[in-house]
């Protein structure tokens, strides 16, 4: 075989960049480990920018999501009794978010590479890629008991933070830097009537967040411990802890219901340097995680595809290649904002261990100001709406 880009991973990031890349007249190869039903069953991001938004648009995805998204002029932040706080996005960056599940966007996205005919090929295993530092780069892998093989110009790492192409970068050229914080988000989805409004919560016993998929399914996350197992949440058990961190008026408004998924993610911010090496470039989490508090993971592997698909398009349409040299600074310029107002957003609403009561007032001081300073609420939802991309 032989495509123009070859590209690991078939989630969100992979998916989205063959798509836009095909629609430019780019081939490609999106090698998946897992199953189309696998992948469509991990839950996971809820909340896009608009800029997102505008790139799915563009990428001929957009139809179900300005169907069933709910756009949303901001976020609110509940915390120790005081009045709420609301991130006013269109107000104060002039964009709303828009509410709208990563598992709809990747079957959005598997629609049309069907409908395109895009070549997905699942359950590829033992993906390896091949001489990424000679001008003919190729990728192997094993399906149906017989080595493969596609010979390539380019590939693009989509493969998240466990995947394969992080790898190949030398460790003399590769750079990490890394945070794991000392708890996890407790999710839950339930066939329910969500709240109106997405809600995150600062809370003594910790963090919680209430949010949305559609008129009726709602997604829910309680800060836990990472000693935590699931079997030690039952849903009453989740639904008394979530309604615990909650205002009176907002508590009594969440709907409870059996839960149809539950799982724990860890939490940590990690930024891998350079997002190329020679012919490999990486995008979405194969290059960053960023803790999901400020709701960038999935925006930022957009935004990345974003830059990427430019950067190919341009050099298969005229030769230069001057994005492809700009594209790993480009990228991190943006991926670094949106790994530190996570960071800070993360600092800020979770309880810690070990937290004095002083730590705890500084956190309500920082609240408080926010509350009170027009400019402070500018600067947060400025971030939380997603810097422009360029
Ligand atoms: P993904 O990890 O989604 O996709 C990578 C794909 O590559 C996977 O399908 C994987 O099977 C495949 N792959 C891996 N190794 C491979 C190999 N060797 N060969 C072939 N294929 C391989 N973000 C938010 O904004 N809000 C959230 O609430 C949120 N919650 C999250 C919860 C969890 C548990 C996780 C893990 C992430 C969460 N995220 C959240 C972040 C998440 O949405 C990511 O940012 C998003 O999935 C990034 O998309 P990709 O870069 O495509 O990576
Ligand atoms: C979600 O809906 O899963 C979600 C919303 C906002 C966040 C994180 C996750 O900050």
Partial sequence: MRTQVGIIGGGPAGLLLSQILHRNGVESVVLERR??????GRIRAGVLEWGSVEVLRNAGVGERLDREGRIHDGSRIAWAGRRQLFIDTRKYAGRPMVAYGQTQITEDLYAARDAMGGGVIDEAEEVTPHGVDTGAPWLT?????????????FIAGCDGFHGVSRQVIPPTVLSTREKVYPFGWLGILSRTPPLDDIVYAAHDRGFALASQRSPALSRYYVQCSLDDRLESWPDERFWEEL????PGEI?????????IEKSIAPLRSFVA????HERLFLAGDAAHIVPPTGAKGLNLAISDVHYLSRALIEFYATGSARYLDEYSDTALGRVWGAARFSWWLTMLLHRFPGQTAFDRRMQEAELDYIASSEHARRVMCEQYAGLPFE
């Fill in 273 to 276: 340097e350079p997002m190329r």
């Fill in 141 to 153: 892998w094993r399906k149906d008991d017989r080595e493969h093989r596609v010979d390539c110009d």
């Fill in 243 to 246: 309604k615990a961190r909650f």
């Fill in 35 to 40: 199953s189309r039903e696998y992948v469509l």
């Fill in 251 to 259: 508590a009594e408004r969440i709907v409870t219901g059996p839960s």
